[in-house]
């Protein structure tokens, strides 16, 4: 361990994020999970300060950025609407983009749901390395953590604490045989996410499904599309990954947490969650504005005073 003293100029070095959209439009087809639609979604590029915003192109065009204040619903999946235009199940696109780095970028459907694919986000990253990623003229904002920030409801808890990265843990339990108690933590980056959490499936109940179908939901579910747990064991031949439920509640929040506007660096813990749950805490967060700030970098450090001896590990950093 090396102590060198470093200036309050020196502190700004800290490299730079610029804001990224895709390189050219990419195109894919699929039906929504809940609506049993076939669409096509289409990725256009954006500039910079865009945001991701939703084009509905069979009502004209009429546009809907995906911002917590646009959110409309939270049962079974996120959606959401700007005046009478809507967009359905969101947020395993959301959270591809996000967990790519895409801050901009033009979502255009031809109908009112994402499409589902196959359950996971895997579709939508590999839409987005089709289409490959362009940095912008234009410094990306993270939305650092400087005190933790919690909300409660009933056995369901999620928390944001400070750190210098994103790390998500989160813990479920259902009362089947295989989901008792599953949990997996993570620190995301954009490879670990590509790995680790873009490819787990949705999952569901096979008692609930009837029930969905009467609420007219689930309507395009199949066993290509999400992971069906029956009375003891699920009705698909495997799973991809281990704790394969778990992660995809990692997707989930991810994508919602999205609708923030920034990239988050923070501690995310969360137990029990859900779409309701997720955005209840996006709104908060936004809400509790002395609890983070926007920062160009992960690393910035939240308080700079003039000049300060700052640890550096190593000898390589304290040329
Ligand atoms: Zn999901």
Redesign the pocket.
């Known amino acids: 361990m090396v102590l060198i003293l470093l200036s309050k100029l020196d502190v700004k070095k800290v490299v730079c994020h610029t804001q990224r959209t895709v390189r050219r439009a990419v195109s894919c087809s699929g039906i929504g999970l809940h609506s049993g639609q076939k669409g096509t979604l289409r990725l256009r590029p954006a500039k910079a300060d865009t945001g991701i915003v939703f084009k509905r192109l069979d009502l004209g065009g009429m546009e809907i950025p995906a911002r917590i204040e646009h959110l409309s619903s939270i049962n079974y999946?996120t959606g959401l609407a700007n005046n009478s235009a809507s967009v359905e199940t969101v947020?395993?696109l959301l959270a591809a983009l996000v967990g790519l780095g895409v801050d901009n970028v033009i979502v255009e459907l031809n109908q009112a749901e994402v499409p589902i694919m196959d359950?996971s986000a895997a579709s939508f990253v590999y839409l987005v390395h089709e289409a490959g990623v362009q940095s912008l003229p234009a410094a990306r904002k993270f939305l650092k953590v400087s005190r933790s920030i919690s909300f409660v409801q009933g056995d369901k808890r999620i928390a944001l604490y400070p750190s210098e990265h994103l790390n998500v843990t989160y813990s479920i339990n259902f009362d089947h045989p295989l989901l008792r108690h599953q949990s997996h933590s993570i620190q995301l980056t954009e490879e670990s996410f590509v790995d680790e959490i873009a490819p787990a499936r949705?999952f569901g109940f096979l008692k609930e499904v009837e029930l969905l179908r009467q609420k007219g939901l689930a309507l395009g579910g199949s066993l290509d599309n999400a992971i069906v747990l029956g009375e003891t064991g699920i009705l698909n031949s495997s799973l991809r990954l281990e704790n394969e439920f778990v992660r995809?509640?990692i997707?989930?929040v991810i994508?919602d947490l999205s609708l923030i506007g920034y990239p988050i660096i923070g501690n995310l813990v969360v137990h029990r969650g859900g779409h309701a749950l997720h955005a209840n805490f996006a709104k908060l967060v936004l809400e509790e504005t002395d609890a983070w700030r926007l920062v160009d970098s992960p690393v910035e450090p939240l308080e700079v005073p003039d000049s300060q001896e700052i640890p550096v590990k190593g000898t390589a950093a304290a040329r």
């Open positions: 999946a947020e395993h359950g949705t995809h509640k997707l989930d994508g």
